[in-house]
């Protein structure tokens, strides 16, 4: 369809849902404060509704800090099915919102302060960005971070080199009982974890990056970095893989395609062991983007992002290896040597 005509049948399908009886309390007509005006990039994900509705919200939160969603660029994936064919019911949802639609990324960035990149097609992210980057605004990517492992050491150098601030995670970082675990320290001294998720495979992605991304997240909230060595078992339904610490702690994920699927895992420490507890939905991790905005510092620091993502590719080196133990310095360094800069 074109732009055009999308952004007009958009506005369409987006009077005639406000009409309609959504779930949405309405509107918060309140000014925006300035600084606080929030544009997205990417209509083509659920996370960008989810995360209008609770900015937006007539009585938000106060942890929200007054910061509204007014701007969206709606395009971002173009070739996967089940991205492109929900934008046009994502679109109209943010509309209904007080949303309004434009035609480029610098008209956006004209209009808005900060910047939520949800694009759900992790190939755009690098191109997309960079403008953001450039315009001096603080931007939240939403996963996966890039498409590749070499975009993704991209993204953070472009960012070093404009001197932004980029943060990236899965709300599956934020499971409900992590603090207790991580902060809290219950059960002591931590010395292993074991995720799950689901692990729904898209071709144009590194296995992992798709869905497997969420548990893997996981595995870092609760151990941070410092992953040697991993290897991966792999079959139509499942995959495990098995990470080494450099202090010996032992990390396990497991990705799901096959019977019940959902986020969880359990941490193993001195005293006991513990559930990290169940998805608390997306608005702890929309409450570190507000801190983030307003401070701009990363929750997670640009290293450990870019060795979640060096994990996952190392998770498929190991699979080309026939399951193999894979080094993730070798990894990292071979997508190093890759990056072109585009900016």
Known sequence: MERRTFLKTSAMAGAGLMA????????????VPAGKRVGIIGLDTSHAPALTRSLNAENPSPDFAGYRVLFAYPYGSKDIESSVSRRPRFTAEVQAMGVQLVETIPELLERVDVVLLLTNDGRPHLEQVIPVLKAGKRVFIDKPLAGTLTDAFAIFQAAKDFNQPVYSTSGVRYLSQMDEVVKEQKIGKLHGVDTFSSCLLEPTHPDLFWYGIHGVEAIYAAFGTGCKTLSRV????????????????VAVFRGLRAGRTGFGGFAFGETGYQSLGEFPGYEPMLREIVKYWQTGVSPVPPEETLEVFTFMEAADESKRRNGASVSLDEVAQMAREKVVKIW
Not at 20 to 31: A, F, K, M, R
Not at 234 to 249: A, E, L
């Open 20 to 31: 309609s009886q959504l779930s949405y309390s309405g509107v918060n007509q309140n000014p």
């Open 234 to 249: 792999h079959t139509p339904n499942h995959d495990i893989v098995t990470g080494i610490w450099n202090d010996d702690r």
